[in-house]
């Protein structure tokens, strides 16, 4: 039971470049999240999906698109990287009681 | 939108009791109150959660104050893996969104 698997772990880009950041539950969860935490900062809601199909923007969404068209699998792109998206992406994954479940992060660094 | 306070940091002696404070003045009648850590380099963790009566855990205790609009995590013995980040979190069950927002949360070291 591996509960959230995010990748790639670690990723250096160049200013304007496209990746896609994949999270994958296997706890049949209804809710996954995508957070990014900044050195010494909390972590920030990027978008969350409430079921497969499903998405909608959270507390910083600005250059970023998701996508949930498997309900175990939340992908987190961006079109053009830029140097202010350097971060540790955290994906997370909810039942809707209980906790959250944490994926280990993925390190992104645009040059 | 996090819509909780803590201190920025606090210290401990290994093997003391540690009482993490949190407030929450604005928080509704519906809000769980949840609490997550973060050790060095790892995603958050799941600590404890309740919603008016203190809980206990394997990890740790809640209490609740009677009016809900502080909270307290405290760990019985407090060892160095406990150094960490610790985010308390309102989770409102009304919200089908089920939104969780983490703010800056309170930074620990624990001394040998």
């Known amino acids: 039971n591996a509960g959230v698997t995010q990748t790639p772990k670690f990723r250096v880009l160049k200013t304007g470049q496209s990746m896609t950041l994949l999270c994958a539950q296997d706890m049949n969860h209804e809710y996954m999240y995508w957070y990014r935490q900044d050195p010494g900062m909390g972590l920030r809601l990027i978008h969350y999906s409430v079921g497969e199909g499903t998405t909608a923007k959270g507390e910083v969404p600005d250059g970023y698109n998701v996508s949930r068209l498997k309900k175990q699998n939340f992908l987190l792109g961006l079109e053009s990287a830029a140097p202010s998206q350097t971060s540790v992406y955290f994906c997370?994954?909810?039942?809707?009681?209980?906790?959250?479940?944490f994926g280990e992060g993925s390190r992104l660094t645009v040059l | 939108d996090a819509k909780t306070t803590q201190p920025n940091s606090m210290e401990s002696n290994e093997e003391e009791p540690v009482h993490l404070p949190c407030n929450h003045s604005t928080i509704s009648g519906t809000d769980y109150i949840h609490w997550y850590r973060q050790l060095p380099s790892q995603g958050p963790e799941y600590v404890i959660h309740?919603?008016?009566s203190n809980v206990n855990n394997r990890m740790a205790s809640l209490a609740i104050a009677e009016d809900r609009k502080s909270s307290t995590l405290i760990l019985h013995r407090a060892t160095l893996r406990d150094a960490a980040v610790y985010y308390c979190i309102l989770r409102d069950p009304r919200d089908n969104f089920n939104k969780f927002y983490f703010g800056s949360g309170t930074k620990l070291n624990v001394k040998p």
């Open positions: 997370a994954s909810f039942l809707g009681a209980g906790e959250l479940f």
């Open positions: 309740g919603l008016t």
